[in-house]
């Protein structure tokens, strides 16, 4: 069974520009979070979707916005980028957006860099 | 706040057990996962407490006492492709799915 994969791997911008991620989720998880992980730190939450809608949202500016498409999968976008947007930016999807294990499964993630 | 934290560095013999400790302070709680990172790579599940005690799977294990805002990982029988970062998350109340990280342990297990 296929896992969660993004798009693009890597991407290389300069400040001021903008820049779209993709995630495709598990087969049959309808719930997709985002995570920017900073060289040698956690992941840090930004944003999750469930049935499309927003269920969550992390401590990040408004040029950060997110969806969620009908077929479940995700599109991150970041507006103005900045120096200290250069992460990897991860993509997790769980089958639901609640309580029990529903433990999230991260895809391989977008090293962006930012010049 | 919400505040997690968890060694920095840990060094490990092959073959030896190590324990890596994890203390959080959160607004909530509604669960506790441990994640196996290796360099450059996404995070794997490796266990879930949600309640009081030890959780054993395999070579791992995984406690928690929530009176004391504190858990641990236990690793058996080190093997040298253990050597990776493990990072303790707590998912916060409200009925999503929010995980809070802490910035990870790194483990290296030396032959």
Do not use: I, R
């Given at each position: 069974d296929a896992g969660v994969t993004q798009s693009p791997t890597h991407l290389i911008k300069t400040r001021g520009q903008q820049v779209t991620l993709r995630c495709s989720p598990i087969s049959g998880h309808k719930s997709v979070s985002w995570y920017q992980q900073v060289l040698g730190q956690g992941p840090q939450f930004i944003f999750q979707y469930y049935e499309k809608e927003e269920r969550g949202r992390g401590n990040?500016?408004?040029r950060f916005s997110a969806r969620q498409f009908p077929n479940y999968s995700s599109e991150l976008n970041v507006n103005?980028?900045?120096?200290?947007?250069s992460a990897l930016y991860l993509c997790a999807s769980s089958p639901?957006?609640?309580?029990?294990?529903n433990e999230q499964f991260f895809g391989p993630g977008t090293r962006l860099t930012v010049l | 706040g919400q505040n997690i934290d968890q060694p920095t560095e840990m060094t490990a013999t092959e073959g030896a057990i190590v324990q890596i400790n994890c203390t959080y302070q959160t607004s909530g709680f509604n669960g506790l996962f441990w994640y196996q990172q290796h360099a450059g790579e996404a995070p794997t599940f490796l266990s879930y407490n949600v309640l009081d005690g030890l959780e054993e799977k395999g070579r791992f294990s995984s406690f928690l006492s929530r009176s004391k805002g504190y858990s641990y990982l236990l690793l058996k029988?080190?093997?040298?492709?253990?050597s990776a970062s493990y990072l303790c998350a707590v998912r916060t109340s409200g009925g999503y799915n929010k995980l809070i990280f802490g910035a990870g342990t790194r483990l290296a297990v030396h032959p």
């Open positions: 990040f500016p408004d103005a980028l900045l120096l200290g947007d639901t957006h609640g309580v029990g294990v | 029988e080190l093997q040298m492709k253990d």
